[in-house]
Each structure stands twice: as structure tokens, then as C-alpha cells.
């Protein structure tokens, strides 16, 4: 992928998003890379905004970190839902069964 000479407003939020669960799960850049099968030095470039990144990337990232894509392109300060999101990452799956459940019934109730 092309490489920037300075970085792309989203792409760098993306990459700082990155980073932040790469430090959140302690692992290092070449652990992150290794796990999802990227170099270091690319993943380097997408942490500093500088890497024009592909859904593919994005996609083997989050399988490196064990989270679904979406995980990487939310951002809780910036959307209620995104916040909610960020959250329910915290909870064992069962919470989370039980909460979409309840948001469910809470939808279905409105309609």
C-alpha cells in the first residue's frame, strides 16, 4: 500500500485507535504484527497515519488483536453508540447476550 509523506486525519485517528488497543493488550508492535501476519514497518506507517490501509488490513488486524473490525473504526468520545461498543468489549459474552436481549425486546417494544 502507498505510503503517505504526512498523515490522513482519519488514518491517523485509525492508527492512534490502533495503538491504543495494542497497548491496552500489551503487546508489542512486532507482536501485533506477527499475529496478524503484517511487517513491522507497515504497521508502524498505520499506527502514524502515514499507510493507505485496505478492509483487508483491517480485517487481519483485527483477527491480530482477537476483537471484530469494528473495534478498530469506532471511537467512543466521538458517539453514544461508539461508547456503548467500547464498553461491552469489557463484559463476558454472556452479559452480552443478555444486554442485546433486553435492547431487543427495548426495539421490538417501539415499533
Do not use: C
Not at 495494542?22 to 499507510?51: C, F, I, P, Q, T
Not at 478498530?72 to 461508539?82: H, I, K, P, Q, W
Amino acid at each position: 500500500m502507498p505510503r503517505r509523506s504526512t498523515p490522513d486525519a482519519f488514518a491517523l485517528q485509525v492508527g492512534a485507535r490502533i495503538r491504543e488497543l495494542r497497548y491496552e493488550m500489551n503487546m508489542s508492535l512486532a507482536a501485533l504484527a506477527d499475529a496478524s501476519e503484517l511487517s513491522k514497518g507497515h504497521l508502524s506507517s498505520v499506527e502514524h497515519g502515514l499507510a493507505a490501509i485496505t478492509i483487508g488490513t483491517i480485517a487481519r488486524l483485527a483477527q491480530g488483536f482477537g476483537v471484530p473490525p469494528m473495534y478498530l473504526l469506532t471511537f467512543a468520545a466521538e458517539d453514544e453508540r461508539a461508547h456503548a461498543a467500547e464498553l461491552l468489549r469489557y463484559l463476558p459474552q454472556t452479559e452480552v447476550r443478555k444486554l442485546r436481549r433486553q435492547i431487543q425486546a427495548q426495539v421490538a417494544a417501539r415499533k
